[in-house]
């Protein structure tokens, strides 16, 4: 069993939330080294491993503001796609420091100016025993295409000391779901039309049957719905203050 412990720590919330303020998931990896996954809001989350800072679609001002300026500064902050609730000039500022490392996909390069680029497929070796692998991410459903065209943006897995951690980004259960194996952890987003519904979310969860779901970016869905339709699954649904 991968996940050996989880600790959940839920401290006071200011009007402008910095580090430290946030619900949190502690995890080990199969040789015993500590992962800590911060909820910050909606599609953002703040990694940390090995003393490493991993920062995912930071976004300061999209409600409750986030002030990333306090925040410890980003080793690697990944950013799946360009729409407002994801990217961040600001935050990114606010997060980089010399030597961080950005990765996103192409559009969202073109916007900053900057960052290594990733396509759907592609794999990036970060470190000694951290592999970054760039999944799509789409929409499928008629009238909902225009959202997240395929092959445009990105999820990634990240597998930190074996430990897999899958940020689906902004997409509905999609075939290639289906080839992502071994997942110990998953964000899956959750607010139709824009990305799924509690029902594909619940579909996604069964076909990729990771240990534990968090869905994410979930804005007004009855998220406790999720929770309702994967009782008797198996896999260990946590609900956070991803809205």
């Not at 995890?27 to 920062?55: M, Q």
């Not at 290594?116 to 929409?139: C, F, H, R, S, T």
């Not at 990729?208 to 198996?234: C, D, M």
């Amino acid at each position: 069993m991968k996940i050996i412990k989880m600790i959940t720590v839920l401290l006071g919330l200011s009007s402008t939330a910095s580090a430290g303020e946030f619900e949190k998931d502690t995890f080990l990896t199969p040789n015993g080294k500590e992962i800590v996954i911060y909820a910050i809001k909606h599609g953002s989350l703040r990694i940390t491993y090995d003393g490493l800072e991993i920062e995912v679609d930071p976004v300061s001002k999209m409600e409750p503001a986030t002030d990333y300026s306090k925040f410890p500064k980003a080793d690697y902050i990944l950013v799946t796609h360009e729409h407002h609730d994801h990217l961040d000039a600001q935050a990114i500022n606010d997060l980089t420091k010399k030597g961080t490392i950005l990765i996103t996909n192409n559009n969202c390069s073109k916007i900053l100016g900057k960052g290594e680029v990733m396509k759907n497929g592609d794999q990036k070796k970060l470190k000694k025993g951290i592999l970054l692998d760039a999944v799509p991410a789409y929409n499928t459903s008629e009238g909902r295409t225009q959202f997240h065209p395929k092959g445009r943006d990105n999820g990634f897995i990240l597998t930190l000391d074996g430990f897999r951690i899958y940020i689906a980004g902004d997409t509905e259960d999609i075939p290639e779901m289906k080839e992502m194996k071994n997942i110990d952890v998953a964000f899956l987003p959750t607010n139709q039309p824009y990305t799924m519904t509690p029902e594909q979310t619940a579909n996604a969860a069964r076909i990729i049957q990771p240990k534990v779901l968090f869905p994410y970016h979930f804005g007004k869905t009855k998220i406790e719905e999720v929770s309702r339709l994967l009782k008797g699954s198996g896999i260990d649904v946590r609900i956070r203050k991803y809205q």
